[in-house]
């Protein structure tokens, strides 16, 4: 039985073995090439999404391998950044510093020289939560090594952002695959950009960069629902508060980006409000031999996903008692910050247990794969258009890394 304990018991100590940092050495080193630029594989080959690398995941290897110890980890954090650096500075149709959602990793230079965006998945957008990551990626670099291209670079993307998704209340999304601006707001992305924009202020000395902060704190204050003691998803036409699914995210990312005592309760109600026990033989778990496993859900609507309807076409059914693993890690972060330790180490504990039994069998470039932690325990509706399943996974084993040191990706 693979159960982790309840919040408030003791649980034994999780540290981040070096199993976890070789399975992200085997998605960055797919892919054979001549020392050039490259991104890990996102998800492992059974997810249907082979050799693809989403900014979002690349950026968090990144700055998980600036926690790691051994000797070549560095070298391979640089990689990654000179990576999403020439994406900026090869982008088939664009020279204004922007990253696309998504990167073909198996040929990721193509043979005119211009970087391969994922078209043929349709990941070719631009969002301002994604280049964000990606930008406090390449700060945390230069922070880490000193050289002003990365810094450079994460300028851009600040400037790509303010020029393509300020508006008057905060950062609008970004840009669909065709190139249109899109009019809705996530509170995610602005969370994200507090941080973008405050690293940016901090390390070029240009206060415009904090009115920028400014501006999209205010849009995440706007979201905060005081009553209830959680923030809202977004806008769905830039002003109009989008009141209909409640994510993890944004309760746990807010107190690691901005520290502020009048959101924590934003922790607390991810925990109490979000939390599942996935086991074997509930509805529509993949979970077998009597395992169970406790943490987060995905959002209000995952919980409420229709178990009898299929998360998409071709996909499987959602089981509204799946753990995602990603989001379980936040939680451990968010709560680690807050000084709930065991609270963190019993979540933590659940965690471990589920890199060391499940995502057995995954290939990466159709080779064996192993050490990372899965997306999700059993497959998960988002409420968002998509969902997630139990395939390894370069953002929740980088999460898991941040969890297992008591790290803050945000600082």
């Known amino acids: ?14 540290t981040a073995d070096d199993s976890a940092y070789r399975f992200l050495d085997q998605m960055l080193d797919a892919y054979p090439v001549n020392n050039g630029p490259r991104l890990p594989q996102s998800y492992s080959d059974q997810s249907g999404l082979p050799a693809v690398a989403f900014t979002y995941d690349a950026a968090l290897a990144l700055l998980a391998y600036l926690g790691d110890s051994r000797f070549t980890a560095l070298q391979r954090a640089r990689t990654i950044g000179d990576a999403l650096l020439y994406a900026q500075d090869h982008d088939p149709q664009y020279q204004d510093g922007r990253l696309r959602q998504a990167y073909v990793v198996d040929g990721f230079v193509r043979s005119d020289g211009a970087v391969n965006i994922a078209s043929n998945f349709g990941l070719t957008g631009s969002a301002g939560g994604d280049l964000a990551w990606a930008g406090i990626g390449l700060l945390a670099l230069h922070r880490a090594t000193g050289d002003a291209r990365y810094l450079a670079g994460a300028g851009r993307i600040g400037q790509w952002v303010v020029q393509n998704c300020r508006s008057g209340n905060g950062f609008l999304f970004g840009v669909d695959a065709g190139g249109t601006h899109l009019q809705n707001s996530a509170t995610e992305h ?83 409000q979000l939390t599942v026990t996935d086991r074997a033989g509930g509805v529509n778990s993949e979970l077998t031999d009597g395992r169970s496993v406790t943490g987060l859900t995905f959002s209000s609507a995952s919980l409420a996903a229709d178990p009898a309807r299929p998360i998409g076409a071709n996909l499987p059914l959602p089981a509204p008692n799946g753990v995602w693993c990603e989001g379980t890690a936040h939680a451990v972060c968010a709560l680690q910050q807050h000084g709930a330790r065991e609270q963190a180490a019993a979540l933590l504990g659940g965690l471990a247990t589920v890199r060391s039994q499940l995502g057995a069998g995954q290939t990466v470039g159709g080779r064996p794969l192993s050490g990372g932690l899965v997306a999700a325990t059993s497959p998960i509706d988002t409420g968002f258009g998509y969902g997630y399943y139990s395939h390894q996974h370069v953002g929740a084993t980088a999460w898991f890394l941040f969890a297992a040191a008591n790290r803050n990706p945000f600082c």
Not at 1 to 12: K, N, Q, S
């Open 1 to 14: 039985m693979a159960a982790i304990m309840a919040p408030g018991v003791a649980a034994r100590a999780v």
């Open 190 to 272: 602005n969370i994200d950009l507090t941080v973008l924009f405050g690293g940016l202020a901090a390390r070029t000395g240009d206060n415009d960069w904090l009115a920028q902060r400014e501006h999209a704190l205010t849009m995440v204050r706007r979201m905060w629902n005081p009553g209830a003691g959680h923030f809202y998803t977004g806008t769905t036409d830039g002003t109009t508060i989008n009141r209909s699914v409640i994510p993890e995210d944004i309760q746990t990312w807010s107190w690691l980006a901005l520290r502020d005592s009048r959101y924590a309760r934003a922790i607390g109600w991810a925990t109490s």
